[in-house]
């Protein structure tokens, strides 16, 4: 996969720009702060995704004083043309065309263009709640296999309409409750089993690539440990190394989930049975692979508590690059490595090291200071306030 060219108009704080990248390699966006050089970054970003990876509202997106914003990006997929264009209008529909031809849905961008994005916010995936630990597993699932897009979407819609119910029963259980809360609790345990074993299976194929990155940007052989913690479950066992995706070698023949993943049978539907008198008492679902969570240990050590800043910061990096490496895998297609502001995350020797061991492919890397000596870039660009020119 890559991007050769992006053309902007009114995003951000460009009135109009048009970026050649280099087509393999690293290509280095220099500029001051608040130049736009992160703004160049979630344009691409957004043409992936439809979404900003720094969370921010549509409106922010167009220029002020702007009607609507366009993005526009061209390069190729597995050896094809690929054309992607977006309008992004403040209080209006998104529009979106790939090779010319409208999207009717936001699903159906899935895998036109895949990114892996490091962000200075990343550092939540270590130091923050469960939340974002998971969505960082089922953003990779989906980018993995587009499958997983729909069982995600499935789980959120039948926790709502449970949580619904919940709210409805007023902490009491009638028959009509009962009959009904029977059915959702039936279909959580189908879809929730079948998205906790694929989480589960994805974590074990991360924590020896996650562990090689990080070894690599520390410089030293450090034990670097993930474990999928589902609360809810009644049945041991453990993800398979097998893997996932069904593709041979890197990801096995197993597939995500399945036999490959935790012994799951009535796990969720008996621990969702036992929590049913609570659940109904407070009127929220307390169990389910929304409450599950990844444990991330350094030298034996919870990386949550115990690890320094420096080592949070280089453990999140890890995790991209290890889920870069396991997209690239199972997708047969790598994707384009965003790296924002990375070296204000990392010390000089960490900064020195991961440029020395970026995956091959195409890389797009902002930074506000010089970069590491004797690094020489396949291209680089300086923003200035909006306007974009070669080094």
């Avoid at 993800?239 to 197993?254: Q, T």
Wanted: overall charge neutral; charged content about 20%; some cysteine.
């Amino acid at each position: 996969m890559r991007l050769d060219q992006v053309w902007l108009t009114d995003f951000r704080n460009y009135e109009s720009a048009a970026v050649t990248l280099a087509p393999t390699g690293l290509t280095a966006i220099v500029g001051a702060n608040g130049s736009g050089k992160s703004n160049l970054l979630e344009a691409v970003g957004w043409l992936a995704t439809m979404s900003s990876f720094r969370d921010a509202p549509t409106d922010a997106l167009v220029r002020t004083g702007a009607a609507s914003a366009v993005v526009r990006g061209s390069g190729s997929r597995s050896g094809r043309d690929l054309l992607l264009e977006g309008v992004i209008e403040p209080r209006g529909r998104t529009r979106v065309m790939v090779n010319r031809q409208p999207l009717r849905r936001a699903r159906d961008l899935l895998g036109a263009l895949r990114v892996t994005v490091f962000s200075p916010d990343d550092l939540v995936l270590i130091k923050g709640g469960p939340a974002a630990r998971r969505q960082y597993l089922d953003d990779l699932l989906v980018a993995c296999h587009l499958r997983w897009d729909a069982l995600r979407s499935d789980v959120d819609r039948i926790l709502r309409q449970r949580g619904s119910l919940l709210k409805q029963a007023g902490g009491r259980l009638s028959p009509d409750i009962v009959s009904t809360l029977d059915v959702w609790d039936s279909k959580l345990a189908a879809a929730g089993t079948e998205l906790a074993d694929g989480r589960a299976a994805l974590v074990a194929q991360l924590e020896p690539v996650v562990a090689a990155a990080y070894a690599s940007l520390a410089g030293a052989s450090v034990s670097v440990s993930m474990t999928y913690e589902a609360p809810w479950r009644s049945v041991g066992g453990s993800a398979a190394s097998e893997g996932f995706g069904g593709s041979e070698g890197f990801g096995g023949s197993a597939g995500f989930g399945g036999s490959a993943g935790f012994e799951g049978g009535p796990g969720l539907a008996a621990a969702l049975a036992a929590a049913r008198a609570d659940d109904v008492r407070r009127g929220v679902s307390t169990v389910g692979p929304h409450r599950d969570d990844v444990l991330v240990v350094l030298d034996g050590l919870p990386s949550r508590t115990h690890a320094s800043q420096g080592e949070q910061r280089s453990l999140a990096l890890a995790l991209r690059l290890g889920g870069h490496q396991v997209v690239s895998a199972e997708a047969a297609d790598t994707p384009v490595l965003l790296l924002d502001d990375v070296f204000s995350e990392l010390d000089p020797s960490r900064s020195a090291a991961l440029l020395a061991n970026l995956p091959a492919g195409q890389a797009l890397l902002t930074t506000a200071g010089p970069l590491p000596a004797g690094v020489a870039p396949a291209a680089q660009l300086v923003v200035a306030d909006g306007v974009v020119s070669p080094a």
